[in-house]
């Protein structure tokens, strides 16, 4: 049957809203895949910084994980119950230290140290977890030695980025672990959550 006009304003308006129910389709499909791209390059990192991270106990030098990396592995921290096993932290809270593990802040106390030791990670891959924490919690920090540090959860609280009321100048020996709040938000936000715990003691 031949076109009409009518029948091509129909097809051109049929094209136009196919086009428009599929542009926001593509939109979700692409932020569903960056968001599944980030969670298993993390995951992918943390095997890669896991065997660094051996290596650096077991000699004593410093190990990348691999060879551009700006930084490497300087402790082993897992929240018994909470984190799924043991979790890799670089140095550095630099934007890709973070995109593949929890950073510890220079200028922070070293695990078993007088001071607060404070390590941060991004709320939707490596510290996602801290979201269940409680009071009561145990934080096993390893340190590059091999020496374990436990600490117990003591306080939960949410404050803004540039107030977090932590020091380098703590009088006690104390964990902090920062991640961005709230945890479901889709973009940064200027809130952080913080999970806090007091020094128990070590053991090799």
């Given at each position: 049957?031949p076109?009409?006009?009518?029948?091509?304003?129909?097809?051109?308006?049929?094209r136009?809203?196919?086009?428009f129910?599929?542009?926001?389709?593509?939109a979700?499909?692409?932020?569903?895949?960056q968001?599944?791209?980030?969670?298993?390059?993390?995951?992918?990192?943390?095997?890669?910084?896991?065997?660094?991270?051996?290596?650096?106990?077991?000699?004593?030098?410093?190990?990348?994980a691999?060879?551009?990396?700006?930084?490497?592995?300087?402790?082993?921290?897992?929240?018994?119950?909470?984190?799924n096993?043991?979790?890799?932290a670089l140095?550095?809270?630099?934007?890709?230290?973070?995109?593949?593990?929890p950073?510890?802040?220079?200028?922070?106390?070293?695990?078993?140290?007088?001071?607060?030791?404070?390590?941060?990670?991004?709320?939707?891959?490596?510290?996602?977890?801290?979201e269940?924490?409680?009071?009561?919690?145990?934080?096993?920090v390893?340190?590059?030695?091999?020496?374990?540090?436990?600490?117990?959860?003591?306080?939960?609280?949410?404050?803004p980025?540039?107030?977090?009321?932590?020091?380098?100048?703590?009088?006690?020996?104390?964990i902090a672990?920062?991640?961005?709040?709230?945890?479901?938000?889709?973009?940064?936000g200027?809130?952080?959550?913080i999970?806090?715990?007091?020094?128990?003691?070590?053991?090799?």
């Amino acid at each position: 049957m031949p076109l009409t006009k009518d029948n091509t304003k129909a097809n051109t308006k049929g094209r136009a809203i196919r086009l428009f129910l599929f542009i926001p389709l593509l939109a979700g499909l692409i932020l569903i895949g960056q968001g599944s791209y980030i969670k298993v390059k993390a995951a992918f990192a943390q095997i890669l910084l896991d065997k660094a991270w051996q290596d650096t106990v077991d000699t004593g030098q410093k190990t990348k994980a691999w060879p551009w990396a700006d930084t490497f592995p300087v402790a082993a921290i897992e929240v018994l119950g909470r984190s799924n096993g043991r979790i890799i932290a670089l140095d550095g809270s630099s934007g890709e230290a973070l995109a593949f593990a929890p950073g510890h802040l220079h200028y922070t106390a070293s695990p078993g140290q007088i001071g607060t030791a404070v390590y941060a990670a991004h709320r939707d891959t490596h510290f996602a977890f801290l979201e269940n924490a409680l009071k009561g919690d145990i934080i096993v920090v390893t340190d590059k030695f091999g020496e374990a540090h436990k600490y117990q959860v003591d306080q939960m609280r949410i404050t803004p980025w540039d107030q977090s009321g932590i020091t380098a100048y703590d009088s006690a020996k104390r964990i902090a672990l920062v991640t961005c709040w709230p945890f479901d938000a889709t973009t940064p936000g200027p809130l952080r959550y913080i999970v806090e715990g007091a020094y128990l003691g070590s053991k090799l």
